[in-house]
């Protein structure tokens, strides 16, 4: 939560600062189309079934990272967009009771629908929902266990933009991603359920046309 206040601090600072010296015309007509540029902090939550033979820990941990999110969104009307959220591949380290055991990476593309509050003020929140499908492949795991190759669950989002000019906008974004994948044997037999289901939570700037 430090973080996360430390995030939301630069943020609304951020906007002040800018919104200082921006004129905002409220009145104008705005384009549907809303591309942001966001650092997200990706913070999984680490927990498995437990595997037989591992341990009683058994404590499987993924690491946390920061890295770049693309989002594109279209307004249907003044309250109601939908939103695609990209990145490029992660990749991430896998430890079992604080042993590495290999790596993996994912591609977790989601799809929203969200409801904007104020959508002619400056300050304007909204919330989303809507699905992830997430993509899971080059694992390098001890023993040549696998994982799933892919994952689809739900996606819950709450945030803000900031107009700070004509068409720019300074956003905070908090999302909960339903994310797990089974993991195999070099056999096929399944060994455990890893549940990761991470909170991204970060900052951006988006531009509106």
């Not at 384009?31 to 999984?44: C, D, F, H, K």
């Not at 819950?156 to 908090?174: E, H, M, P, R, W």
């Amino acid at each position: 939560m430090n973080k996360l206040s430390l995030l939301a601090t630069l943020a609304v600072s951020a906007a002040a600062t800018l919104g200082s010296t921006a004129t905002f015309a409220q009145q104008q007509t705005e384009g549907n189309w809303l591309v942001r540029v966001r650092a997200l902090s990706l913070e999984p939550v680490d927990k498995a079934d437990p595997i037989a033979g591992a341990g009683a820990a058994n404590r499987v941990g993924v690491e946390n990272k920061i890295i770049p999110e693309v989002d594109i969104s279209y307004f249907w009307t003044k309250n109601i967009a939908t939103e695609l959220v990209l990145t490029v591949p992660q990749r991430h380290d896998v430890t079992l009771d604080g042993a590495n055991i290999g790596s993996f990476k994912h591609l977790p593309p989601s799809l929203l629908v969200q409801y904007h509050f104020n959508p002619e003020g400056q300050f304007r929140p909204y919330v989303g929902g809507g699905i992830n499908y997430t993509i899971i492949g080059s694992e390098k795991l001890a023993n040549n266990m696998q994982l799933e190759n892919s994952s689809v669950g739900a996606v819950i989002q709450a945030g803000f933009d900031v107009k700070v000019d004509k068409n720019l906008f300074i956003n905070f974004d908090v999302k909960k991603i339903q994310l797990r994948s089974d993991l195999y044997s070099s056999a096929g037999a399944k060994l455990s359920t890893l549940k990761l289901d991470p909170l991204l939570w970060g900052v951006g700037i988006g531009y509106r046309f």
